[in-house]
């Protein structure tokens, strides 16, 4: 696989073991078409990958991230840090690089090296920022497809996503049906709940709201990060659950010689995890590409596909599916889940559905290793063992 020059023009850091492909457009025209009418001239799409390909090109599994991850998933030889989901994927780990040729695409609209917000628009000669097309997950499906044609796949053993991935699995298996085998979906959902439109929505008027953010025509020497630090706080506090804020903090205080002596100042150790996490974040993604990607999950529904959810799922024509819900999660209940397992049973695919029982909440995935891997490890095994 090359590494043609990076055009995104993202001034947000990658890996050493980070690729990029620069795709031109849609195969029948010069644009890449979006779904909801915007186009792009030429897009870069980043990703990083693992294991060899096998010479049927028949091993491989794509990864979508949540919102805000990058492509590095996991460590390689060429970058050995830990990626954001490094106890799932490595040789002999439940998504085996021994076995599987493993894919995992930074999101178009996001701020690793895909073109986003934050890139250069090749007309204007400017950064796009608010003048970015309208971004939807069917885009972002559209633009992982898009690299593997680039890379000479055509064809996947599975798709897996967690989260905003999740839905993004769903879009690819429902928009190219006959070109995945497996379908994983942790933690997802055919449509936004109120609760979750309302949450989001909250966080990017946060974020709109800081006099920095000007429209979206800020400069990257002065960004706005007071907007974006309260947002990613809003953002934590709904992806864990209350139980293991209980457990890790209690009532908890700082120690009086973290203490400035100001008014109303962080008093709580729960109020310092939440500042660390918020500030380690902000001066890491880009508030523009941020609200972008946050947008698409609520403007995503399946029943635009079809007519209904039902229909929508019908699309959907994997050998088996593996629906993943942990119970404490409240931005994408169970009930979520089940939905998705009802639709897929109803249309006559077979679907594993796994209930874990987790303090950790929408996050599980990225932490709860003892519950995951093993959940991963019997799906992609089985899957193996019928084709691989």
């Known amino acids: 696989m090359t590494q043609p020059q990076n055009l995104a023009g993202s001034h947000r850091s990658v890996t050493a073991a980070t690729r990029f492909a620069n795709l031109k457009g849609d195969y029948a025209t010069s644009d890449f078409v979006m779904r909801r009418g915007g186009r792009l001239k030429k897009i870069t799409v980043a990703y990083e990958f693992w294991g060899e390909l096998s010479v049927n ?5 794509l990864i979508f991230t949540g919102l805000s991850p990058s492509a590095h998933a996991a460590s390689s030889a060429l970058d050995e840090t830990p990626g954001w989901w490094e106890y799932m994927i490595g040789p002999g780990k439940s998504i085996d ?22 890139s250069v628009d090749p007309t204007s000669g400017k950064i796009y920022a608010t003048d970015f097309p309208d971004l939807t997950i069917e885009d972002i499906a559209k633009a992982g497809h898009h690299l593997l044609h680039e890379i000479g796949i055509d064809h996947l053993h599975a798709v897996i996503g967690p989260s905003m991935g999740g839905m993004v699995a769903l879009a690819y298996a429902l928009q190219y049906p006959d070109e995945v085998d497996y379908l994983v979906s942790i933690s997802a959902a055919t449509r936004a709940l109120p609760f979750t439109i309302a949450m989001r929505s909250l966080q990017r008027e946060i974020i709109r709201a800081d006099p920095v953010w000007n429209g979206g025509h800020y400069h990257d020497t002065e960004e706005p990060l007071s907007g974006m630090a ?3 706080k809003l953002g934590l506090v709904s992806y864990r659950a209350a139980e293991e804020w209980h457990q890790r903090f209690d009532r908890s205080r700082i120690s009086k010689d973290r203490r400035s002596g100001k008014p109303f ?7 310092s995890y939440l500042d660390y ?6 001066n890491n993604f880009d508030a523009n ?23 929508g799922l019908a699309m959907i ?16 209940p169970l ?25 950790n909440g929408h996050d599980a995935f990225l932490v709860d290793s003892e519950h995951f891997s093993p959940v991963l490890d019997k799906f992609l095994t089985e899957s193996c063992r019928s084709q691989c």
């Open 57 to 61: 090109h028949d091993n491989v599994i």
């Open 97 to 118: 690089t021994s076995r599987f040729h493993v894919i995992c695409v930074n999101s178009l609209g996001s701020c690793f090296g895909s073109t986003g917000p934050e």
């Open 230 to 232: 309260l947002a990613r």
């Open 265 to 271: 100042e962080i008093e709580f150790e729960v109020e």
């Open 277 to 282: 996490n918020a500030q380690k974040f902000i």
């Open 289 to 311: 590409c941020y609200l972008y990607l946050s947008r698409t999950m609520d403007w995503f529904d399946v029943a635009e596909h079809g007519g209904s959810v039902m229909a």
């Open 317 to 332: 024509r994997v050998k088996k599916a593996l629906i993943i819900g942990v119970t404490t999660d409240i931005l994408f």
């Open 335 to 359: 009930e979520q889940q089940k939905e998705i397992v009802q639709g897929l049973q109803k249309a006559g695919t077979d679907v594993d559905f796994v209930e874990i029982d987790s303090i």
